[in-house]
C-alpha cells in the first residue's frame, strides 16, 4: 500500500492507499521539532487502530512545505517501512509544465494541488486553498501551471485580530446574521467572514479578466464548505485535492518507486 504523506504549515495528513481506494487517513498538528520516532510511534499506532501493520506499507510519496519535517519523515520512512520515501519536487518532477521564472519558488502543496485538480476538472483553472494561507493557484487550458495568489488565511487573520486588539475576542468563522453587525462578535464575524468572500469573489473575477477566459473554480481546504455556500464563484468543492494529486505522482513515477523498494530489500 502507498502511504501519502502531505506535510502543511498547520497540520500534516497520511493517507494509505490500496491501489486507488483510501484505507485511513489521520491528521497531525505539524511540529518542526518532532523525530522519526516520535512520528512513527503516533503513526502507527493510529494505523494499528485501523487494523493495518506497518507490513502493509511498500511505498512512501511527500509532500511538504515544511523543511525541517522532510529529513524525520524519510528516517521514518526506512526504519519503520523499510522503504525509500519518495519527496515531490525533490525526488520526483512535478508532472506538468511550471511556467515561471523560479519553479521551485513555488510551494509542493500549490502544485500537488494543481495535479489533482488536472485529473478531475478541465481546465482553465483557478484552484482556491483554504489553508494556513488562502491561495489561488492558475492553470491554463495547456494544462500548464501559471502562478497565483497568496492572502493571509482566515485563521491566522483571526488570530492576528485577537493579539493585536486587547478587546477583540477570539471568534468563530461562520456567516453572521446580517452583514451589519450589532455587537463586537458578529461584527468582527461579519469583517472575516464577508471580506474574504469580497476576497474570493474579486480576485476570481480579476484573474479570469487577465487571463481572458471563463475559469471552473475548484476549493479545498478545512473552510471550503463554509464559504462555498454563500461565494458564487466557487463550483467545486474537492476536501481530498491533495491527497489524489499525490496519488497521480506515485502512479506516474510508480516503475521508479517500486524499483527502488526492491533494491533496498
Given at each position: 500500500?502507498?502511504?501519502a504523506?502531505?506535510?502543511?504549515?498547520?497540520?500534516t495528513?497520511?493517507?494509505?492507499?490500496?491501489?486507488?481506494?483510501?484505507?485511513?487517513q489521520?491528521?497531525?498538528?505539524?511540529?518542526?521539532?518532532?523525530?522519526?520516532?516520535?512520528?512513527?510511534a503516533?503513526?502507527?499506532?493510529?494505523?494499528?487502530?485501523?487494523?493495518?501493520?506497518?507490513?502493509?506499507?511498500?511505498?512512501?510519496?511527500i509532500?511538504?512545505?515544511?523543511?525541517?519535517?522532510?529529513?524525520?519523515?524519510r528516517?521514518?520512512?526506512?526504519?519503520?517501512?523499510?522503504?525509500?520515501?519518495?519527496?515531490?519536487?525533490?525526488?520526483?518532477?512535478?508532472?506538468?509544465?511550471?511556467?515561471l521564472?523560479?519553479?521551485?519558488?513555488?510551494?509542493?502543496?500549490?502544485?500537488?494541488?494543481?495535479?489533482?485538480?488536472?485529473?478531475?476538472?478541465?481546465?482553465?483553472?483557478?484552484?482556491?486553498?483554504?489553508?494556513?494561507?488562502?491561495?489561488?493557484?492558475?492553470?491554463?487550458?495547456?494544462?500548464?501551471?501559471c502562478?497565483?495568489?497568496?492572502?493571509?488565511?482566515?485563521?491566522?487573520?483571526?488570530?492576528?485580530?485577537?493579539?493585536?486588539?486587547?478587546?477583540l475576542?477570539?471568534?468563530?468563522?461562520?456567516p453572521?446574521?446580517?452583514?451589519?453587525?450589532?455587537?463586537?462578535?458578529?461584527?468582527?464575524?461579519?469583517?472575516?467572514?464577508?471580506?474574504?468572500?469580497?476576497?474570493?469573489?474579486?480576485?476570481?473575477?480579476?484573474?479570469?479578466e487577465?487571463?481572458g477566459?471563463?475559469?471552473?473554480?475548484?476549493?479545498?481546504?478545512?473552510?471550503?464548505?463554509?464559504?462555498?455556500?454563500?461565494?458564487?464563484?466557487?463550483?467545486?468543492?474537492?476536501?481530498?485535492?491533495?491527497?489524489?494529486g499525490l496519488?497521480?505522482?506515485?502512479?506516474?513515477?510508480?516503475?521508479?518507486?517500486?524499483?527502488?523498494?526492491?533494491?533496498?530489500?
Amino acid at each position: 500500500m502507498l502511504l501519502a504523506v502531505d506535510v502543511g504549515n498547520t497540520n500534516t495528513v497520511f493517507a494509505l492507499y490500496r491501489e486507488r481506494e483510501q484505507v485511513g487517513q489521520w491528521r497531525l498538528s505539524t511540529n518542526r521539532e518532532r523525530t522519526a520516532e516520535e512520528y512513527a510511534a503516533l503513526l502507527l499506532q493510529l494505523m494499528g487502530l485501523a487494523g493495518v501493520g506497518r507490513e502493509d506499507v511498500n511505498a512512501v510519496i511527500i509532500a511538504s512545505v515544511v523543511p525541517q519535517a522532510v529529513v524525520p519523515l524519510r528516517w521514518m520512512s526506512r526504519d519503520y517501512f523499510r522503504c525509500r520515501a519518495f519527496v515531490v519536487g525533490e525526488d520526483l518532477e512535478y508532472p506538468l509544465e511550471i511556467r515561471l521564472p523560479n519553479p521551485r519558488e513555488v510551494g509542493a502543496d500549490r502544485i500537488v494541488n494543481a495535479v489533482g485538480a488536472l485529473a478531475r476538472y478541465e481546465p482553465p483553472l483557478v484552484i482556491l486553498d483554504f489553508g494556513t494561507a488562502t491561495t489561488f493557484d492558475v492553470v491554463d487550458a495547456g494544462r500548464a501551471y501559471c502562478g497565483g495568489v497568496i492572502a493571509p488565511g482566515i485563521n491566522l487573520s483571526l488570530e492576528a485580530l485577537h493579539r493585536a486588539a486587547a478587546q477583540l475576542p477570539r471568534v468563530a468563522v461562520q456567516p453572521p446574521p446580517a452583514v451589519v453587525g450589532t455587537g463586537t462578535v458578529t461584527a468582527m464575524q461579519s469583517g472575516i467572514y464577508w471580506g474574504y468572500v469580497g476576497l474570493i469573489e474579486g480576485l476570481v473575477r480579476r484573474i479570469r479578466e487577465e487571463c481572458g477566459s471563463p475559469m471552473t473554480v475548484v476549493a479545498t481546504g478545512g473552510l471550503a464548505p463554509l464559504f462555498a455556500e454563500r461565494c458564487e464563484v466557487i463550483e467545486h468543492v474537492d476536501q481530498d485535492l491533495t491527497m489524489a494529486g499525490l496519488l497521480e505522482i506515485y502512479t506516474r513515477y510508480r516503475t521508479l518507486i517500486r524499483a527502488a523498494k526492491e533494491s533496498s530489500e
